[in-house]
């Protein structure tokens, strides 16, 4: 009887149109301000242990669309208006361009996720953006990525270590490692971005990324291949005690994508081909590189033999 009441109540709903309208436990809660109730969700997710750059997307993510559908308090919320909204999204402020399916649905679920979280706090009794429907990104693909080949990652990086070109800050050498512990441990840009000299561990062969940097919030520890671990052991030996071993904002600003764009092309290699992208991210996916003797890979070289590399997304 219980679910034959919420049936017919969604169907009479979506009859009148209100479907996706927000309805308040109480009278008190529709004067309370979207804004602080951000705060104290943000809030609420640092103590259930998400990471601090997840939360701080979420809180951009959030106020931008109750800014731009004017819900100023909790009775303003309302299912249509913010996917009219989202909808409508630009890449930026100032652009023409429209968003991505992708970023449109990190929207929409940043604000099922908020809505939730009111309920949990009994201060909304439903959701008014559970019935919204995410974007089919299947008819978006604007950046799909490539697999960047033995032979052009060889080249990417023995280009980039003698190149003498700082971008972002990095060194061309702390490039070129870069590229290297990315392709041979998986890790993303934000995780690469919060390594010390200590985090890596030489012995066992293997790098811990602290759990307040990775994307589910725990700690991550990734067995490094032995060809690798000679290169990082002279690498490391030039950098001081506790110190990021890739210093600065390129990885919160997702300034990665852009030099490695810049030292592929000084190597010649396609960073579009087929309609395909070769961007950083995809570095992590699509490559499991290391020496295999029996194809006569010698310690040390970037192979296309059996790597010691786990591909599963722990996203």
């Known amino acids: 009887m219980w679910l034959l009441s919420v049936v017919r109540n969604c169907l009479r709903k979506k009859a009148t149109g209100t479907l996706g309208v927000v309805v308040v436990s109480k009278d008190g809660d529709r004067r309370k301000a979207v804004t602080s109730l951000v705060g104290e969700w943000a809030e609420s997710l640092r103590v259930k242990g998400t990471s601090a750059d997840q ?3 979420l809180k951009a993510r959030v106020p931008r669309v109750n800014s731009g559908c004017g819900f100023d308090r909790v009775r303003d919320l309302n299912g249509d208006t913010a996917y009219t909204f989202i909808g409508g999204l630009k890449v ?3 652009s023409d361009q429209f968003a991505s399916y992708q970023t449109r649905n990190f929207y929409l679920s940043a604000m099922k996720q908020f809505a939730r979280f009111l309920i949990r706090r009994k201060i909304l009794t439903e959701n008014p953006f559970y019935d919204l429907e995410p974007w089919d990104v299947r008819k978006d693909r604007k950046h799909d990525r490539r697999e960047v080949t033995a032979d052009e990652l060889q080249s990417l990086i023995s280009t980039t270590e003698v190149a003498d070109v700082t971008r972002s800050k990095l060194s061309a050498v702390d490039r070129a490692m870069l590229y290297c512990v990315a ?3 998986g890790l993303r840009s934000a995780e690469l971005g919060s390594l010390r000299s200590e985090s890596f561990n030489l012995e066992p062969a293997e790098v811990t990324v602290p759990g307040k940097f990775t994307k589910n919030g725990d700690p991550a520890v990734q067995p490094l291949p032995p060809a690798i671990v000679p290169l990082l052991t002279e690498w490391l030996m030039g950098k001081p005690a506790n110190s990021l ?3 600065g904002p390129w990885a919160k600003n997702k300034g990665a994508g852009k030099f490695l764009k810049a030292d592929l092309e000084a190597a010649d290699v396609p ?5 395909l992208f070769a961007d950083f991210h995809g570095l992590r996916h699509e490559l ?5 003797p029996k194809r006569g890979e010698p310690e040390g ?3 296309a033999g059996a790597a010691q590399h786990d591909h599963t997304d722990r996203g």
């Open 92 to 94: 930026r402020e100032d």
């Open 301 to 303: 070289s970037v192979g």
């Open 245 to 247: 071993c890739w210093p």
């Open 288 to 292: 499991r590189l290391a020496p295999d």
């Open 183 to 185: 392709v041979f441990t």
């Open 55 to 57: 939360i701080e997307l």
């Open 271 to 275: 960073y579009v081909k087929d309609g």
